[in-house]
DNA sequence: TCTGGGGTCCTAGGACCC
DNA sequence: TCTGGGGTCCTAGGACCC
């Protein structure tokens, strides 16, 4: 429901007011991203096709995804946690996981359903989001027991019960399960938790894999050591776009490529890092999606730099492939920080792959942006043409 | 009624190194 | 003469999450 109230508190007189709300693309192509209650009793979910949802329900309004807002709201949502919990880790845009080990002295002996409670209204207060808080022993406990929460509630499950509380679930509601391990589980005759708590844990391995089988045999008994992560690194950074219609032109393609890099070169400096690997995907109007990649000798920050890679990965993917393409996208990974001084090249291995002057242009293109809007500077036409 | 966009993690094969 | 065993890194694809 996180995008739907967000939606409704950036313009209270429309999308406030309107029971029946969607949340997502508007465009032939577009999907729901969220919906009203009051929308999902006519069965709409997110990442149904708008067109779809809009069959179901006719009288629904759809709005846009207002993207700046929820990243706004949310970054709120986690600057409240992060004072009333010691770890705290954003899982996504509107899931966090709270650690309140060691909070034990200092919260005395109140019930961790009182503890969460109190989170959820303080959220609520500060921010003006609702939120479901699960609570337990175990990370996939708590996960879980969110789904009870909701909407705009508490459940937390007491120690000692996390097997018999996982027992009331399907394996569909175990996070991780998706459709493919679902259709593996149900050739086994698999389908709830208790079903799989029932097979032995050799059996489970021999099924689905040493590690699959030991990851179902501890969930299926709501074990789960993993830590709460606050490190908050971002891995990856990455911007797709998907055509009005399929797009089969290579200079259409490149001008596509150079928007999307820029605009990943960008986020990646506005974070203070620089990228080793680019990677470009296509998905082509048969919906085969496909992928290159380059890893550089050092991390890149320059829109220059960045697209000259991803044009030479694109006409790579081009080349193997010529046909229609439904989306164009650009990634970047290996994520490293940026240097605080320039290096030297002492020993001549080889020509920089971008320059100090690279760099101040690209910042400057930054400030000016910050300053004047997006709009202020844009490229005028592709200017490089691929190494190879 | 064809299927968004932002991510994370895992796997398997090949190159390369000692 | 024709081949071990350990490791890391890179690439591509896929499953999964919200």
Same mark, same amino acid.
Not at 31 to 55: E, N
Not at 109 to 132: F, K, M, N, Y
Not at 189 to 210: I, K, M, N, Q, Y
């Given at each position: 429901?996180?995008?739907?109230?967000?939606?409704?508190?950036?313009?209270?007189?429309?999308a406030?007011r309107?029971?029946?709300l969607?949340?997502?693309? &508007?465009?032939?192509?577009?999907?729901?991203?969220?919906?009203?209650?009051?929308?999902?009793?006519?069965?709409?979910?997110?990442g149904?096709?708008?067109?779809?949802?809009?069959?179901?329900?006719?009288?629904?309004?759809?709005?846009?995804?207002?993207?700046?807002?929820?990243?706004?709201?949310?970054?709120?949502?986690?600057?409240?946690?992060?004072?009333?919990?010691?770890?705290?880790?954003?899982?996504?845009?509107?899931?966090?996981?709270l650690?309140?080990t060691?909070?034990?002295?200092?919260?005395?002996?109140?019930?961790? #359903?009182?503890?969460?409670?109190?989170i959820?209204?303080?959220?609520?207060?500060?921010?003006?989001?609702?939120?479901?808080?699960?609570g337990?022993?175990?990370?996939?406990?708590?996960k879980?027991?969110?789904?009870?929460?909701?909407p705009?509630?508490?459940?937390?499950?007491?120690?000692?019960?996390?097997?018999?509380?996982?027992?009331?679930?399907?394996?569909?509601d175990?996070p991780g399960?998706?459709? #493919?391990?679902?259709?593996?589980?149900?050739?086994?005759?698999?389908r709830?938790? #208790?079903?799989?708590? %029932?097979?032995?844990?050799e059996?489970l391995?021999?099924?689905?894999?040493?590690? &699959?089988? %030991?990851?179902?045999?501890?969930?299926?008994?709501?074990?789960?050591?993993?830590e709460?992560? %606050?490190?908050?690194?971002?891995?990856?950074?990455?911007?797709?776009?998907?055509?009005?219609t399929?797009?089969?032109?290579?200079?259409?393609?490149?001008?596509?490529?150079?928007?999307?890099?820029a605009?990943?070169?960008s986020?990646?400096?506005?974070?203070?890092?620089?990228?080793?690997?680019?990677?470009?995907?296509?998905?082509?109007h048969?919906?085969?999606?496909?992928?290159?990649?380059?890893?550089?000798?050092?991390?890149?920050?320059?829109?220059?730099?960045?697209?000259?890679?991803?044009?030479?990965?694109?006409?790579?993917?081009?080349?193997?492939? &010529?046909?229609?393409?439904?989306?164009?996208g650009?990634?970047?990974?290996?994520?490293?920080?940026?240097?605080?001084?320039?290096?030297?090249d002492?020993?001549?291995?080889?020509?920089?792959?971008e320059?100090?002057?690279?760099?101040?242009?690209?910042?400057a293109?930054?400030?000016?942006?910050?300053?004047?809007?997006?709009?202020?500077?844009?490229?005028?036409?592709?200017?490089? &043409?691929?190494?190879?």
């Amino acid at each position: 429901m996180f995008f739907v109230q967000v939606a409704r508190l950036e313009d209270p007189d429309g999308a406030g007011r309107e029971p029946l709300l969607l949340v997502g693309g &508007r465009s032939n192509r577009g999907v729901i991203t969220s919906a009203s209650y009051a929308a999902r009793d006519f069965g709409v979910r997110s990442g149904m096709p708008t067109r779809r949802a809009l069959q179901l329900c006719p009288r629904a309004v759809v709005v846009p995804v207002p993207r700046g807002a929820c990243v706004e709201r949310s970054r709120a949502v986690g600057g409240v946690l992060r004072d009333l919990s010691p770890v705290v880790q954003a899982a996504s845009i509107d899931e966090f996981y709270l650690d309140l080990t060691g909070t034990e002295r200092m919260l005395g002996s109140e019930d961790l #359903a009182v503890t969460a409670d109190r989170i959820r209204r303080e959220v609520r207060e500060s921010t003006g989001i609702a939120v479901s808080l699960g609570g337990g022993t175990q990370r996939v406990v708590a996960k879980v027991a969110t789904r009870l929460a909701k909407p705009d509630g508490v459940h937390v499950v007491p120690p000692g019960e996390e097997a018999s509380f996982m027992a009331r679930f399907r394996l569909s509601d175990l996070p991780g399960i998706g459709p #493919a391990f679902l259709r593996q589980l149900a050739q086994k005759g698999l389908r709830t938790v #208790a079903d799989a708590a %029932a097979v032995e844990r050799e059996w489970l391995a021999r099924w689905f894999g040493p590690a &699959r089988g %030991a990851w179902l045999w501890e969930r299926a008994r709501g074990i789960d050591a993993s830590e709460v992560d %606050a490190t908050g690194r971002r891995k990856s950074i990455s911007s797709e776009r998907t055509f009005f219609t399929d797009v089969d032109d290579d200079e259409e393609l490149e001008r596509r490529l150079l928007k999307l890099s820029a605009s990943v070169a960008s986020a990646l400096r506005g974070r203070e890092l620089r990228a080793r690997t680019v990677t470009v995907k296509i998905r082509d109007h048969d919906f085969r999606t496909r992928q290159a990649g380059n890893t550089l000798p050092e991390g890149v920050e320059t829109d220059r730099v960045i697209f000259a890679a991803a044009t030479s990965l694109l006409h790579r993917l081009r080349h193997r492939r &010529r046909t229609g393409v439904r989306l164009l996208g650009v990634g970047l990974s290996n994520l490293v920080r940026q240097a605080p001084s320039t290096q030297i090249d002492l020993f001549g291995e080889g020509p920089e792959l971008e320059t100090e002057r690279d760099r101040s242009i690209a910042r400057a293109v930054d400030q000016v942006r910050d300053r004047y809007g997006r709009e202020a500077l844009q490229p005028a036409r592709v200017l490089d &043409r691929p190494e190879h």
